[in-house]
């Protein structure tokens, strides 16, 4: 059993490039979502989704678009990556309450 | 505005003793709220949550106190251990599985 899986784990971006980070869970969850953690700003919510065809927005979602096609799979697209999108980015999936994470990607935007 | 507040950025404790972690809330329409250690890369892992119809909850060395007039939340872990020197964040729900908000994480550090 997997869990949350996140690919790529590390990845450079030069400003104004696109990218896909790939988020996939095995546990047949219906809620997942994506957070950013930056220092001193705790875990904050970009976009989640209560099922296959359902996303919403959440604190942060300027600049990210995402989609949920099957139960299983959950990207988060950066469309034209910037500077203050720097950060670590989480995958978590649930059905309640607790969500479970994955080991995050880092993103650094040059 | 920040619903989910935690105040203490560190707490540094001895071996044995007890760490208390605290939280505090600003939206009453939180009803579910949860405790996640974080150690360095990696992600959150789920230690323990509390409805709002329940005021203590416990597992193991780990319990939940909830104070809903105060809108305050804390963690206690008894007897720390040097394992548990982590991250902790402080998180809440409207209702079970919904969108999580976290709070800024306290540096829990537990020396021999």
């Known amino acids: 059993n997997a869990g949350v899986t996140q690919t790529p784990k590390f990845q450079v971006l030069k400003t104004g490039q696109s990218m896909t980070l790939q988020c996939a869970q095995d546990m047949n969850h219906e809620y997942m979502s994506w957070y950013r953690q930056d220092p001193g700003m705790g875990l904050r919510l970009i976009h989640y989704?209560?099922?296959?065809?359902?996303?919403d927005q959440g604190e942060v979602p300027n600049g990210y678009n995402v989609s949920r096609s099957t139960t299983e799979d959950f990207p988060l697209r950066l469309l034209s990556a910037a500077p203050s999108q720097t950060s670590v980015y989480f995958c978590?999936?649930?059905?309640?309450?607790?969500?479970?994470f994955g080991s995050g990607t880092r993103l650094t935007v040059v | 505005d920040q619903q989910v507040k935690q105040n203490s950025p560190s707490l540094s404790v001895q071996e044995g003793r007890i760490s208390i972690l605290n939280c505090d809330y600003t939206n009453s329409m939180f009803d579910y709220f949860l405790w996640y250690k974080k150690y360095p890369a990696e992600g959150p892992t789920f230690l323990i949550s509390i409805s709002s119809i329940k005021d203590k909850n416990e597992d193991g060395r780990f319990t939940v106190f909830l104070n809903k007039s105060a809108k305050h939340l804390s963690l206690h872990i008894v007897p720390s251990q040097p394992g548990d020197s982590a991250v902790y964040f402080c998180?809440?729900?409207?209702?079970?599985?919904?969108?999580?908000?976290f709070g800024e994480g306290t540096q829990l550090t537990v020396n021999p």
């Open positions: 998180a809440a729900a409207e209702t079970s599985g919904s969108r999580l908000t």
């Open positions: 978590a999936s649930s059905n309640g309450p607790g969500y479970t």
């Open positions: 989704s209560v099922g296959a065809g359902i996303t």
